[in-house]
């Protein structure tokens, strides 16, 4: 009787270590549709998170719809707890200073960026989708307001620095 108390004690130990390992880590991507209509010459893009130990798949889009997409290649990332929290805090808890206004300092493709920031610092961008040439053209890879992109990364990093 101890012993099979012992094994269960391990496997339910070993099955909580793992879970809490899952729990620490978030999938995210960027997905895209047409902008505005279909057969546009440009996407709409916006960011996905999934925390791997759910389901459930959060979108988050300051500008435009955030469903009915499919997911934009070279946008996959993986992260921590950390990661996470800072994503959530650019695309949807911090709009004063980390969403660009629309069309004066860029558009969906330099918001989607900015969340995808904290995964990797940069090395995932929205290059694939449709208009990105023209966007980051105009407004640059994170949009025109430098100071206004310093400080959503100032108060999503919790002032630590994370650039």
């Known amino acids: 009787m101890k012993k099979i108390l012992f094994i269960f004690i391990v496997v339910f130990a070993a099955l909580c270590v793992s879970n809490a390992n899952a729990a620490s880590y978030s999938f995210v991507w960027a997905e895209k549709k047409p902008a505005f209509i279909d057969n546009s010459p440009a996407d709409h893009t916006y960011t996905a998170i999934s925390r791997a130990y759910t389901n459930k798949v959060y979108r988050y889009s300051y500008h435009g719809v ?10 996959f990332g993986i992260t921590d707890n950390t990661g996470d929290t800072r994503i959530r805090c650019i695309a949807c808890y911090n709009p004063y200073w980390c969403k660009v206004k629309y069309l004066k300092e860029g558009v969906c493709h330099q918001d989607t960026n900015r969340a995808l920031y904290p995964v990797g610092l940069g090395r995932l961008t929205v290059d694939n989708a449709r208009g990105y040439s023209w966007s980051k053209r105009k407004y640059d890879t994170y949009g025109l307001n430098a100071y ?15 650039w």
């Not at 955030?66 to 946008?75: A, H, I, P, R, V």
């Not at 206004?148 to 994370?162: A, L």
């Open 66 to 75: 955030n469903y009915g997409g499919s997911y934009l290649s070279g946008t």
């Open 148 to 162: 206004k992109w310093y400080k959503c990364r100032q108060n999503c990093w919790f002032g630590e620095s994370g």
